[in-house]
């Protein structure tokens, strides 16, 4: 069964930290183009961070440009989102997500495309 699984959320306090983990199963990462993206109820989704299969390319939103790092754990088979100095503009559900090819361009933080999605890990920042 092919399936992403992302973990690693929860409550963080402003200028925090956290590393969210998406792991895919029944598929090899290695191969594919891999993103992020978050979504507030009420609001539009948002494309945080693209990385290539490669590893070579990797976007990130303007919003957490700077603050976050794009990897993969190939022994896990999983992306990983880092992303630091977290604020009152980073919560939501994060998803991750792949249009089934291993290029990345600075448009796959338009959300359009993508083929299979990830159930999602929330991300909650507050003292």
């Known amino acids: 069964q092919v399936q992403f699984v992302e973990s690693g959320g929860g409550l963080v306090q402003p200028g925090g930290s956290l590393r969210l983990s998406c792991a895919a199963a029944?598929?090899?990462?290695?191969?594919?183009?891999i993103s992020w993206f978050r979504q507030v109820p009420g609001k539009p989704r948002e494309g945080v961070s693209c990385?290539?299969?490669?590893?070579?390319?990797?976007y990130f939103a303007d919003s957490v440009k700077g603050r976050a790092t794009m990897s993969k754990d190939h022994a896990k088979n999983a992306v990983i989102l880092q992303m630091n100095s977290l604020n009152t503009e980073d919560p939501g559900i994060y998803y991750c997500?792949?249009?089934?090819?291993?290029?990345?361009?600075?448009?796959?933080?338009?959300?359009?495309?993508?083929?299979?999605w990830g159930q999602g890990t929330q991300v909650t920042v507050s003292r």
């Open positions: 990385l290539s299969s490669s590893g070579n390319a990797v």
């Open positions: 029944g598929f090899t990462l290695d191969y594919y183009a």
């Open positions: 997500a792949t249009q089934y090819r291993g290029s990345a361009t600075e448009s796959c933080l338009d959300g359009k495309g993508y083929d299979f």
